[in-house]
């Protein structure tokens, strides 16, 4: 990244609210995510790492569907829509990371941050009726319970911290790159 982009590395605020920072480590991810797979042909995002089969490519895939489907399935109670309303998730779970080869670099790309896009949609309309982040999701438990949004914003948090750690090992195997953050 260029030295003005790391001027505008995604920071949550130090003293913020609640939403402020939850969404702020939210983007912080998403960010790490984009650097460490950014400048990388189809070899890049097809390495990996010692035994694991996890490819960049892979992940982009898999958190384009973490994206889509954390918001269709829990927040907005419809099903999630292509390409992930064809995958046979019982009997193909690691489709996201078993197809990611076949695509190309750009489709990978276009795939997550349009994903992200829709995502970020969801929560400005979630957050514009005032209801902040106790607001209830329409996916309901067996037990009755709904997910609050906060729930669903850690969940993703969590989603892409523990991603954009293998990110950083599988990065690094492909060119050196490391570190947090382009700054």
Sequence with gaps: MTESAAEDW???????????AVLGALERQRATLSWKTSGL??????ATVGASSVTLGGLLK?????????????WLGVPVGAPWNTVDWDNDPDWAYRTAAEDTPEQLRTLWRESATRSRAVIE???ST??????????V???????????????LVEEYARHVGHADLIRESVDGLTG????
């Design 180 to 183: 947090e953050d382009p700054g």
């Design 10 to 20: 995604p920071e949550p605020p130090l003293a913020g609210t609640e939403t402020a």
């Design 62 to 74: 898999h958190l384009a569907h973490v994206e889509d489907s954390h918001f269709a399935r829990l």
């Design 41 to 46: 042909g189809a070899d890049g995002l097809r």
């Design 125 to 127: 309309e979630a957050l």
């Design 130 to 139: 005032g209801g902040g982040l106790d607001q209830l999701g329409a996916y």
């Design 141 to 155: 438990t067996r037990g009755g319970e709904r997910p609050n949004l906060r729930r669903i914003l850690l969940d």
